[in-house]
Every structure is written in structure tokens, then in C-alpha cells.
Nanobody, 125 residues
Framework: QVQLVESGGGLVQAGASLRLSCAASERAFSAYPMGWFRQAPGKEREFLAFITWSGGDTYYSDSVKGRFTISRDNAKSTLFLQMNSLKPEDTAAYYC??????????????????WGQGTQVTVSS
């Protein structure tokens, strides 16, 4: 059982930056790919980025490419999402997720079997 706990969300103005963290409960964190997703009220969960188990490869959605950076510190079992140039449309609950089942690098929420509880990001104009 993997527990994921996000932190770092908050209320910021457009153009600001935030860094989200996701702490995993087990050392095996380094063995599987991780992803970041977000969900705004009334909308489906949206893929943002994933990172391979080693951190050697990353992939981003077009909506955040060039503004957000995913990274991980396997020694500390922690995943990060650096978010720059935030826009009001980035307002959502942000979730980290782990794929310990297939260990595939995926953009699909259904491929991730462990999720954090979410952290709210609100960007004012």
C-alpha cells in the first residue's frame, strides 16, 4: 500500500509560481513512474506530466509544457511539480499519482493505481 501526500498548494496571483510536493510512504517509490493531474470543478481529471522511475524522462501536456516542471528525489521519496507563470485557468485541485501496477509511463488516469488526496491551487487574475 502506497500513501501519497501532496502539499504546497495555495492562493496566488496570475504570473506567480508555486512548487507542489508529493511525499510517498515507501522506499519502493523509486521503482515506478509518477504523474501529476488536476481537476477543476465540473471537469474531468486532466493529465499534466509524468516522470519515469529514474527521473530520466519526462512528458508534459500541451497546456503546461514550458511552464511546469516535474521532478523527483528518490532518496527522499518525493515528487515535485514546479509551476511558473500561473494563469487563472490553472485553478484546480492537483493530484499526484503512482503506477505500481503496470509501471507504464502513461497519460491516462486509469493507469495509476495510487492517488494523493489533492492540494488546491487557486490563481486569481
Amino acid at each position: 500500500q502506497v500513501q501519497l501526500v501532496e502539499s504546497g498548494g495555495g492562493l496566488v496571483q496570475a504570473g506567480a509560481s508555486l512548487r507542489l510536493s508529493c511525499a510517498a510512504s515507501e522506499r519502493a517509490f523509486s521503482a515506478y513512474p509518477m504523474g501529476w493531474f488536476r481537476q477543476a470543478p465540473g471537469k474531468e481529471r486532466e493529465f499534466l506530466a509524468f516522470i519515469t522511475w529514474s527521473g530520466g524522462d519526462t512528458y508534459y501536456s500541451d497546456s503546461v509544457k514550458g511552464r511546469f516542471t516535474i521532478s523527483r528525489d528518490n532518496a527522499k521519496s518525493t515528487l515535485f511539480l514546479q509551476m511558473n507563470s500561473l494563469k487563472p485557468e490553472d485553478t484546480a485541485a492537483y493530484y499526484c499519482a503512482a503506477n505500481t501496477r503496470s509501471r507504464a509511463n502513461s497519460t491516462r488516469p486509469s493507469d495509476y493505481n495510487y492517488w494523493g488526496q489533492g492540494t488546491q491551487v487557486t490563481v486569481s487574475s
